[in-house]
């Protein structure tokens, strides 16, 4: 029986429904990774630093003992208070109530932080924590776009899964910042791999632009998947379990992905050099469909570190809960990404995503007037929805872009996609936490969303690219028979005409 389905994955691992799969669990990985610290984190850090208060206030205490004048005795007989340096004994006032004493023990052991100053200073430390991922993925993506173009798909993706699994495990048994820190920056590293290889892959087995843009929606509800099971999973786990149990389940997971790519792929052994990056970043088009994925991500990347401290300010909410206001942005992401993976083909990338820009800003100006827990849902389903428009029309858009305009290799044009995408998330938390800190969390949703919504007309001249007049004759007889390809395969390529050069020289 374990042959027969080693054969049949050895025989399938050409077809492009296998490598949609392989290409949506790297994705959903990596995104559980990327927000499953998004409850903890703020409360960890919390916990840490008063934890370290207390212990200074102990030593202090037990320092400046010695050096008093004047000790005192409790006597466990009468409760009277006993001074060595004299002969008196001072009996106690009137005694304190019960009542009184359960009040305190009351307060001590609910969800309120006692320090709401220790509280705001939180926001610079978890928005440079969520920051460094992005940043380093921002410095790695340049790099691994051209990189698959000279060595394939394949090693940048196990490579993904090996270090997201050492990124895992430093997460679960890390007990200070700046492990936590190094932890965050090396899952950038392996983020950028699988992201941008993954992404790469699959616009190049999936040539026609409404097929590719449907299997991109598919594989962004691998991210969007990731994104809805994180927040609620880190934080029941975190609450119930403790901080290690949800990291070390996601490094199981990470070595079983990353064992599964291994097995099916292959290296290939011919390549086509693709278009250099610096030409794809000076093209203005790309550049407009990268600053509405960079501006749309920009909005949930601010939220990410504030939204749990100004409700743990505000709302005095429970850890779990921390988690749980990001669910409905989760779940209206994965029906976002696709519906509009197919639909937005039909009504104009370029509307789909002017209109997601325009949601997104008014959705987050909304977030500041919830009053409780429950008034998040509405605006943070909008956020989601409208982030999940964005995306499922600008990814495709991008490698259209280079299908019409430059050559079809694609590893390099989503590294600038990716690129936009972490940029979103390295600027949005660290000058997120900052602005809350200094001006108030209202203030920064307001800020952000008034950027989507003026951001939003640029997405209009890309209603109809110019192209260069023999790829547009390409493109148009290709789109054809890819059609007539794709109902005659139902789901596969055959091995004698793959659809892209890399797939022709396996076995």
Not at 33 to 59: K, M, W
Not at 207 to 233: K, S, W
Not at 353 to 364: E, H, N, T, W
Not at 389 to 410: A, F, Q, T
């Amino acid at each position: 029986m374990s042959f027969r389905l080693i054969q049949w994955l050895r025989e399938e691992r050409q077809s492009r429904k296998l490598i949609l799969f392989i290409v949506f669990v790297a994705l959903l990985l990596d995104n559980m990774l990327l927000t499953v610290v998004v409850p903890i984190i703020p409360s960890y850090l919390y916990n840490l630093d008063e934890s370290a208060d207390v212990a200074l206030r102990n030593d202090s205490l037990s320092q400046k003992g010695p050096e008093g004048s004047f000790h005192t005795i409790v006597s466990l007989y009468d409760n009277s208070i006993r001074l060595s340096s004299s002969n008196f004994t001072t009996r106690p006032a009137d005694p304190v109530p019960p009542t009184l004493v359960v009040t305190k023990l009351q307060q001590n052991s609910s969800d309120c932080p006692q320090s709401s100053s220790r509280l705001l200073n939180e926001n610079v430390k978890v928005g440079m924590l969520f920051a460094s991922k992005a940043t380093v993925q921002l410095v790695t993506n340049p790099f691994i776009g051209p990189l698959t173009n000279r060595i394939g798909y394949q090693l940048p993706i196990f490579a993904g899964f090996c270090i997201m699994f050492l990124s895992t495990i430093m997460f679960a048994f890390s007990s200070s910042y700046t492990l936590l820190f190094l932890a965050r920056s090396l899952q950038g590293v392996g983020s950028s791999c699988s992201s941008v290889a993954g992404m790469g892959m699959l616009a190049s087995v999936y040539t026609d632009d409404e097929e590719r843009g449907h299997a991109i929606g598919i594989a962004l509800g691998g991210l969007a998947l990731g994104v809805l099971v994180g927040p609620p999973f880190g934080s029941v786990m975190y609450d119930f379990v403790g901080k290690t149990a949800p990291f070390l389940i996601l490094a199981f997971l990470a070595v079983f992905d990353g064992g599964t790519v291994a097995f099916l792929f292959h290296t290939p052994s011919r390549l086509q050099k693709g278009t250099p990056l610096l030409t794809l970043m000076k093209d203005p088009y790309i550049l407009i469909a990268a600053g509405a994925i960079c501006f749309g991500n920009m909005a949930i990347a601010m939220m990410e570190p504030t939204l749990p401290i100004w409700m743990m300010e505000t709302m005095c909410t429970r850890k779990w809960q921390l988690g749980i206001a990001f669910l409905p942005a989760s779940i209206s992401y994965l029906i976002g990404t696709n519906i509009f993976g197919t639909l937005a083909h039909k009504m104009g990338r370029w509307l789909c995503a002017l209109i997601g820009m325009v949601l997104v800003g008014f959705s987050v100006i909304c977030v500041p007037f919830a009053k409780d827990i429950y008034g998040l849902i509405l605006p943070n389903f909008g956020v989601g929805f409208a982030i999940g428009m964005v995306d499922s029309s600008m990814m495709p858009i991008m490698g259209y872009l280079v299908d019409l305009r430059h050559i079809s290799v694609y590893g390099s044009v989503y590294a600038i996609a990716d690129v936009a995408f972490c940029m979103g998330f390295a600027l949005g938390p660290s000058i997120g936490g900052s602005i809350a800190e200094n001006i108030g969390f209202p203030w920064l949703m307001t800020i952000i969303g008034i950027v989507d919504i003026f951001f939003a007309p640029l997405c209009i001249f890309l209603r109809n690219p110019p192209g260069q007049e023999e790829k547009i004759a390409i493109l148009m007889d290709s789109n054809c028979s890819m059609k007539t390809r794709s109902y005659s395969a139902q789901g596969t390529y055959y091995q004698g005409e793959s659809m892209d050069p890399e797939y022709d020289d396996y076995d």
